[in-house]
């Protein structure tokens, strides 16, 4: 019996979606593929329906690349109402608590310190963390509550943006992988002495991925052509931008292929310098600009570790 054919059409490419308000992140990627009409889509980082901003989403092979934009820091822009705690930590959720006090901004200022670099963290209970193979919001919803472990997560930079009133604050933050803007309005407010909920979110960034280089499925919707769509992908290489490139010949690309490792001539790789003791260099090998495998390199060997089928 012959091998039965995939459905849809065999593009490849990274879609950077500005997320709508109110708009799952499954919802989102079955949307973008069936616009697209791809035989294969998926996700790096789950974001709130009630969240807007970047998305991006892998068609095809570089759906082999996920896991390095999932790693990737984000940046955030989101609003903290301060007196009034949620069951889902933003304003979709049920009040749970009331507070009388509001911070002053020199409170708020002088406690940022606290929040900022690897930090523990408790994730909502409505988040989408696995308990005994299940979802936390699946288990939260059916009214049972939640018991999460506390884990480390890092934030990088915490600034104030605006304060609107003395109800809300707007902060912009960059965090690592794991980090949840829910809990870090939840934490600071209990260090502030209040209650405090998420009223908007934005995710302005995701590693190489910038908001203002986004679409909306509105915007793809409204392309009658395949190839208009087609031209709103950011080529796999955009997501391996902060990898040194090896370029190799054609020969080494088909041992690379066949998961050979392939010998290349110094210089070695573009970017790879001053690499420490014992750490072996993850490079892309690239033909011609096109991209063959992530590869870890050691002296002149590239070793694949993820191969494109392009």
């Known amino acids: 019996m012959g091998r039965r054919r995939k459905k849809g059409r065999p593009i490849s490419g990274w879609l950077v979606l500005d997320k709508t308000y109110d708009l799952g992140s499954t919802e989102a990627v079955s949307k973008a593929k069936w616009l697209f009409q791809a035989q294969k889509a998926g996700h790096a980082g789950t974001l709130d329906p009630l969240a807007t901003g970047v998305l991006p989403i892998a ?3 570089a759906t082999k690349t996920v896991p390095y934009i999932m790693d990737a820091e984000k940046c955030y822009r989101f609003t903290a109402q301060w007196g ?33 670099g690897e930090i523990d963290q408790v994730p909502p209970q409505f988040s989408a963390v696995k308990v005994g193979g299940e979802r936390a919001y699946d288990i939260a919803r059916d009214g049972e509550e939640v018991k999460l472990e506390s884990r480390k997560i890092s934030v990088h930079e915490l600034t ?17 992988k794991g980090a949840y803007v829910r809990a870090l309005v939840r934490d600071m407010a209990h260090a502030l002495g209040t209650e405090g909920h998420v009223t908007s979110l934005r995710r302005l960034a995701v590693g190489p991925f910038r908001a203002e280089d986004g679409v909306t499925l509105e915007a793809l919707q409204a392309l009658t052509l395949a190839e208009d769509r087609d031209a709103a992908l950011t080529p ?22 066949r998961g050979q490792p392939a010998i290349i001539a110094p210089p070695v790789a573009k970017g790879v310098r001053g690499e420490a003791v014992g750490v072996i260099p993850t490079v892309l090998a690239v033909l011609y600009d096109e991209p063959v495998a992530i590869c870890e390199l050691d002296g002149l060997k590239l070793k694949p570790a993820r191969v494109f089928n392009l």
């Open 59 to 61: 068609f095809g092979e």
């Open 160 to 176: 104030i943006v605006d304060t609107p009133s003395a109800d809300e604050t707007v902060f912009e933050a960059v965090t690592g």
């Open 236 to 257: 796999i290489t955009g997501a391996l931008s902060h990898l040194p490139q090896a370029s190799i010949d054609g020969p080494q690309a088909d041992k690379l292929r």
């Open 84 to 116: 009034v705690a949620t069951t889902t930590d933003d304003a979709e959720g049920e009040v749970i608590a009331r507070s009388d006090q509001r911070p002053a901004l020199k409170n708020i200022e002088a406690v940022l310190g606290r929040f900022i």
